[in-house]
């Protein structure tokens, strides 16, 4: 892959050369921050409505390996759970988590499904973090309409804390969406 004119690993495809690494994360930024069209995108940056889209794809696949190839996104170890919980204000917590609706364009197919209780079309994110800010699960694109309990029954979070490998003296602390 090339990342921003660097050449890195070969796996995820590579990012042409035409602006620059820093105007390549910032678009990317700018189109997660912002509600707009590609065609506004490309206007806004001076390119393509299409040249815009494939600099979002690439920059987030390439964020999506590094996360995975540097842990940016992980999962805490038994020793780190442990301190965490040394730090919680409450008894054997370690970190939250909690969702919420990231709204969308209604999409053409299947627009019942997106549409959320409070009437507009979303996905939702759901994310676990700990109490110094540092995200240990993340887990999104789920249709609007879905049941928050059924999205963590769904999620990687709900296999791992019922897999034995947490301490039951250890909490992830949610709503009632999040059942003991």
């Not at 700018?30 to 390119?47: K, M, P, R, S, Y």
């Not at 999962?75 to 970190?95: M, Q």
Request: charged letters at 15%.
């Amino acid at each position: 892959m090339v990342i921003f004119g660097q050449r890195e690993h070969a796996t995820v495809g590579p990012i042409r050369a035409g602006m620059s690494a820093e105007g390549k994360l910032f678009l990317t930024i700018w189109c997660l921050a912002n509600n707009e069209t590609f065609q506004q995108v490309g206007d806004h940056f001076g390119i393509s409505r299409g040249y815009s889209h494939y600099l979002l794809k690439q920059c987030a696949n390439v964020i999506a390996h590094l996360s995975q190839e540097h842990g940016i996104i992980k999962w805490p170890s038994s020793t780190d759970i442990d301190e965490l919980v040394s730090e919680y204000n409450f008894p054997g917590g370690f970190a939250a988590v909690d969702r919420c609706h990231v709204p969308i364009k209604v999409p053409l197919q299947h627009a019942d499904s997106y549409i959320n209780r409070k009437s507009f079309a979303s996905v939702v994110l759901q994310a676990t973090c700990t109490k110094n800010l540092q995200f240990t699960d993340v887990s999104t694109g789920w249709p609007g309409s879905i049941n928050d309990a059924r999205i963590y029954r769904k999620s990687k979070l709900h296999k791992l804390l019922n897999s034995g490998l947490i301490d039951h003296q250890h909490h992830v602390l949610g709503d009632s969406a999040y059942p003991l």
